[in-house]
């Protein structure tokens, strides 16, 4: 088992900043590869980025490229989210999850463990 918190999330104006972070705890977690997903009001969870256990190998949706970076520290077994030039639409709740596939890594179906979730705000 894995359990997975999520932090950082808030209200920010359009063209800030925030860093979220999700704490692991449980499993060994550097064999565990993790992604972002988020979830706006009326909409189905979207991927937004993922790091991979094996190589750090990191991929992003094309909406997010150039604005978010995603990084981990295993010694902390801490995955962040660092979200820059926000925009009116990446409001939404944010979510960690993990898994140790290494495949399908943009389909939330993949990911065996979630975490309960930030909300994030972006005003415009």
């Known amino acids: 088992q894995v359990q997975l918190v999520e932090s950082g999330g808030g209200l920010v104006q359009a063209g800030g900043s925030l860093r979220l972070s999700c704490s692991a705890s449980?499993?060994?977690?550097?064999?565990?590869?993790v992604g972002w997903f988020r979830q706006a009001p009326g909409k189905e969870r979207e991927f937004v980025a993922t790091?991979?256990?094996?190589?750090?190998?990191?991929y992003y949706t094309d909406a997010v490229k150039g604005r978010f970076t995603i990084s981990r520290d295993n010694a902390k077994n801490t995955v962040y989210l660092q979200m820059n030039s926000l925009k009116s639409e990446d409001t939404a709740v944010y979510y960690c999850?993990?898994?140790?596939?290494?495949?399908?890594?943009?389909?939330?179906?993949?990911?065996?463990?979630w975490g309960q979730g930030t909300q994030v705000t972006v005003s415009s």
């Open positions: 999850a993990a898994t140790t596939s290494l495949i399908r890594y943009y389909t939330s179906g993949t990911y065996d463990y």
């Open positions: 449980g499993r060994t977690f550097s064999r565990f590869s």
């Open positions: 790091t991979t256990w094996n190589t750090g190998s990191t």
